[in-house]
């Protein structure tokens, strides 16, 4: 879109939330608009405030404003909405996606190691880094100005993890006052600012959902949801939610009591092996090489949910600012043992833990036990890298071949974890933990799973808890309301307990995982071994073949459970077929499935 004068041009994916207050404001100040979107009200507001426009931004976006001589890109604070880039020649290159930046003539088609080598620790490749070399992501929170034949890439926000007190400049609270707020303050302010942010997402003139898995997050959304529409004279909210016919990964029943709480119109469906069939078009949608298996529902879910309505509330974001994953438990442990006596460390870290037989439930107690002992012995921040990653560096050192190991000898993909750790240093540990997750694991997981996945088949997804405003009173609040010895979330079950049957309340996490490990031990066995025995994954040079054959053979065995690792490689060499074989990189998503995928017995 161009302004009346035809100097300003802006190329935008996204929604801003704020467009009518936005709009009021400018037109004020002496503004003429010649349409309603807010599209146009993006290109007025840098119009009216430059560069600093995105201070004003409460949305998910990604845009580009050409102003006559100068180009300005930004991305939202949580990383939302992606944008890839590339300089050559003097010239920079923009898009939303890296398939179309491969169009341009000539484009290098060349792998970057340490991509690699970070997407088997972490299962993305993290930013600004690009699986390619010579392209990069821009950050979340982060904008560049092209001028003159130079890019200038810097930081417009960060969630305040490190400023319990302090100046409030560029925040929507004031540091200083939050820390003399009692309990009771946070909730009130916490119930006010997610309540907003869930009626700006409800802002449509198309029709609206609301992903409903049974877990807290999403039960709250949903329930926010069914009030705002309620006090609108709105009909009911319709909810959406997948199962799987193994229990351990079927969430459906706590979907249905949240549902029937809240009174939403709830609408569910059912997942196999079959579904795995959507791979070949999985690879094509993301990219780069993404291996969390939760996109494989995810992709279900939203082309389920399409079918009835155009955009999608979400819960994503809760976990992160609010202390929700299983993980920040083992946090608080692991810090308690280490001020135990060092003779019980000792034995706690040795290395003896691991001769316990190995489950052959990806979830079980002994499984994470194991995975928790092991890393013991590292510091604190090691520890954490060693609970999230898929490969650790012994394995990944293992599986590498001697051409490849020499490629990534000198680097360490700890970096990415670190370079969060230090932007948190004041706070406690798991406080400090829950940052690195949103700077890290949510935009560059969580986020690029759900976007690409419900763009996919042109859904909306919207997530209010990811709204700044909400993320910004999430970073500054005191660990002591997120977790105690009960669990994390305390102070959203708390505050939203009217809205939160019981049952769910109390429910151990459950996560949207697959499950992988079944799948690999059946009606999945036979493909996994053609695709990563086959004689094109050995000859390129990546892992070794023995390693391949290990795995696959303890896993099919139940001697052990490497079913997200053999789901990384599986992912890696699907990719390489896709992105690297191809002579041109395609342009359309695969129709059909190009690789037989044998139905469940």
Request: aromatic share 12%; hydrophobic share 40%; glycine share 6%.
């Amino acid at each position: 879109m161009s302004d009346a004068t035809g100097r300003f041009w802006v190329v935008f994916n996204g929604e801003i939330y704020n467009y009518r207050e936005l709009r009021q404001r400018l037109e004020g100040n002496g503004h003429v608009f010649r349409t309603s979107s807010d599209t146009e009200v993006l290109l007025e507001a840098y119009k009216a405030f430059g560069t600093d426009c995105v201070t004003h931004l409460r949305g998910m976006f990604a845009f580009a404003i050409w102003d006559g001589h100068t180009l300005f890109l930004a991305r939202d604070r949580l990383g939302q909405k992606p944008l890839f880039y590339r300089e050559e020649n003097g010239r920079l290159l923009f898009a939303s996606e890296l398939k179309s930046l491969l169009q341009v003539d000539d484009a290098p088609r060349e792998l970057d190691a340490t991509a690699i080598d970070d997407f088997l620790t972490y299962q993305y490749v993290p930013y600004p880094k690009c699986v390619f070399r010579g392209y990069a992501k821009l950050p979340p929170g982060h904008a560049a100005v092209y001028e003159g034949g130079r890019l200038k890439v810097s930081r417009y926000w960060s969630p305040p993890f490190d400023r319990a007190t302090g100046s409030d400049e560029g925040l929507t609270i004031d540091p200083a006052e939050t820390a003399r707020w009692s309990p009771s303050e946070w909730r009130s302010e916490l119930r006010r600012r997610l309540t907003e942010a869930v009626r700006l997402r409800l802002r449509s003139d198309v029709p609206l959902g609301a992903f409903l898995s049974g877990g807290v997050d999403s039960t709250i959304i949903a329930g926010l949801m069914q009030q705002v529409l309620r006090e609108e004279g709105g009909q009911r909210a319709m909810t959406f939610s997948i199962g799987f016919p193994v229990a351990e990964y079927d969430e459906r029943k706590y979907a249905r009591q949240a549902a029937e709480h809240l009174g939403t119109d709830h609408h569910e469906q059912v997942v196999d092996p079959d579904a795995m069939s959507i791979l070949p078009r999985l690879v094509w949608h993301y990219d780069e090489p993404f291996a969390d298996s939760s996109a494989v529902p995810t992709m279900i879910l939203s082309e389920f949910t399409r079918r009835h309505v155009t955009v999608a509330l979400s819960g994503d974001g809760g976990d992160e600012l609010f202390c929700g994953y299983d993980r920040y438990k083992a946090v608080r442990l692991a810090l308690r043992i280490a001020n135990w006596p060092k003779p019980i460390r000792a034995m706690l870290a040795s290395p003896l833990w691991q001769k316990l037989p190995a489950s052959t439930r990806q979830r079980s107690f002994r499984r994470r036990l194991k995975r928790f002992v092991a890393a013991l012995a590292a510091p604190p921040e090691r520890q954490y890298l060693r609970w999230i990653g898929t490969f650790d560096s012994e394995s990944r050192a293992r599986l590498y071949t001697p051409e490849f190991a020499e490629q990534v000898a000198d680097y360490d993909s700890f970096q990415f974890l670190s370079e969060a750790y230090a932007a948190c240093p004041e706070r406690d540990f798991i406080t400090r933990t829950t940052c690195v997750d949103t700077l890290t694991y949510l935009p560059c997981d969580i986020l690029t799973k759900v976007d690409i996945a419900s763009m996919a088949v042109g859904l909306e997804a919207r997530s209010p808890f990811l709204d700044h405003q909400v993320a910004e009173l999430a970073a500054l609040m005191p660990i002591e309301l997120k977790q105690t010895a009960a669990g994390g979330k305390r102070i959203l079950i708390e505050t939203f307990s009217d809205l939160l049957p019981h049952q769910i309340q109390s429910r151990p996490k459950m996560g949207f995982g697959v499950p992988l490990a079944p799948w690999f031990r059946g009606s999945l066995n036979d493909f996994v071994k053609d695709v990563l025995l086959d004689r094109r994954t050995s000859e390129r040079g990546l892992f070794r073949r023995d390693e391949l054959e290990r795995y696959i053979a303890e896993h099919t065995s139940g001697r052990w459970d490497h079913g997200y690792r053999l789901w990384t490689l599986l992912i890696a060499e699907l990719w390489m077929r896709t992105w690297v074989d191809a002579a041109v990189p395609p342009i359309e998503q695969p129709v059909g499935a190009p690789v037989v995928i044998p139905a469940r017995p």
